[in-house]
């Protein structure tokens, strides 16, 4: 029993899509900050998305890897589960460092300028594209294989 809902087959379904949204929310704050004058507020924002999405992505990762030996797993999925295994944790890393970062960046000066913001916008950039692809391996899973999905019920027919 693991306390989750009848419809939710691991905590990884529940967590996986908040990393996203927050990393992408903030990279799109970041966009914006490049052609804003006044970049404190967005920064400090940026910065809060940031660090939330990848405190939460974190947890997709770990809730991913625990969810793994729980689901049905066909094994043609089986090499593009090592490639999202490895995809997602590159993003833990890539975002891990770039937030870091930025935390950093952020208590040193405090403002930032329209070229550090370009900066960071790009960083932002690479990082989504690196998302984006681990997040298509996880849709193909899903989508593709039925992995951690389960089959609907026959009900009579």
Do not use: K
């Not at 966009?31 to 939330?52: D, F, I, K």
């Not at 030996?69 to 295994?85: K, Y």
Request: aromatic fraction near 6%; glycine fraction near 14%.
């Amino acid at each position: 029993m693991t306390g989750l809902a009848d419809w939710a087959p691991n905590s990884h379904a529940l967590v996986v899509h908040l990393p996203i949204g927050l990393l992408v929310t903030a990279v799109g704050v970041d966009l914006l900050a490049v052609v804003r004058q006044n970049r404190a507020t967005l920064g400090r924002l940026s910065l809060g998305l940031h660090l939330t999405g990848t405190a939460m992505l974190i947890a997709a990762y770990v809730t991913g890897r625990n969810a793994a030996p729980e689901v049905f797993t066909p094994g043609l999925a089986q090499a593009v589960v090592t490639q999202h295994w490895d995809q997602a944790l590159w993003c833990v890393w890539y975002f891990g460092v770039a937030t870091i970062g930025r935390v950093g960046l952020h208590l040193r000066s405090g403002r930032d300028g329209r070229s550090t913001a370009v900066g960071l916008a790009v960083i932002g950039i690479g990082g989504v594209v690196l998302l984006a692809t681990t997040a298509e391996l996880g849709g193909r899973l899903v989508y593709e294989y039925g992995v951690g999905v389960a089959a609907p019920l026959d009900r009579g027919r």
